[in-house]
């Protein structure tokens, strides 16, 4: 369901779709989950009529994936799963951040693109790739292809226990991100695919042609740089504890995006706004469990509820 009004357009998200297993002292939940399927949800929670093209099987899993995307208002266009839909089992350390452990169907995932995915891309404002196969020359060939021509919102969003191919990963993501109206890259990013130094990467990304980079840096805030400038904001402080970071980053990508689906800012000012907004989306996806997008004001509303008023 839309949280937001509108801001005019359409998107699409390419990626990953699957069923989080969560692990800790409390036992074992599952949500489900996947970055592209968080950035999916997240836009059409901020307004944005979405569609995402996912691999997802024909099993008992991807039944709640199928079902949840409805709930949302998230048009589906589902690739064949082989192998089934894709799980991680997820562990998380003392200080909240996760650890992942995916099947087979995620390490070997795959898209295709059919007539209604083209039309889909075609018809979208801005088209957004997070945890996508980068490593795999087929599969990039056939989203270089697929988004031919499009406005591209990127997040490389590696996974460690999905990477086969570290520097085959960087080629296709470069690729594909030299033409891409935003990247967005954490310091994670840079630790797993370049040489840890995010601000390098930034800068290298601004030489490819990149025409935005969001500079994610955990606890040190975030930057974004475009040809207005560099911006940066620290991470927003809202009422309540964080519970999990695990939907930080999609919620981050989710909210810049979804600003750039009525049109790109034009000065340092207009970017400064989005990337305020942003944080703040960020840091209220934090005060909840799970990968599913919150704003300062839904927080708000919840919180009213809890108290009768």
Partial sequence: MSIETSPGGAAVVIGDALIDEIRD???????????????????????APTTLIAMVGD????????????????????TAAPHGSSRAVVSRSANGEPSYVFNRAAQERTIRYADDANAA???ATIVAVSCFPFDAPAEVEALATAVEGARLAIDPNPRTGMLSDREEFV????????????????????????????????TRLRSLGVTAVLATAGADGAVLETDAGAVSAPISSLPGRVVDTVGAGDATLAAVAAGLVGGAPETAEEWAALLKRAMD??????????GLLRTPESLAQADRGVFGS
């Fill in 25 to 47: 002292e409390t036992g074992v939940r599952e949500f489900v989950g996947g970055a592209a399927l968080n950035v999916a949800v997240g836009l059409r929670r901020l307004g």
């Fill in 59 to 78: 099993d008992v899993a991807g039944a709640h994936i199928r079902e949840y995307l409805a709930d949302h208002g998230v048009r589906l266009i589902a």
């Fill in 121 to 123: 891309i075609a018809e």
């Fill in 171 to 202: 080629r296709g993501f470069e690729r594909i991100a030299a033409r891409a109206e935003l990247v967005k890259v954490g310091a994670d990013d840079a630790d797993v695919l370049y040489d840890g130094d995010l601000d390098a990467l930034r």
């Fill in 281 to 290: 989306v960020a840091a209220a996806t934090c005060r909840a469990e799970g």
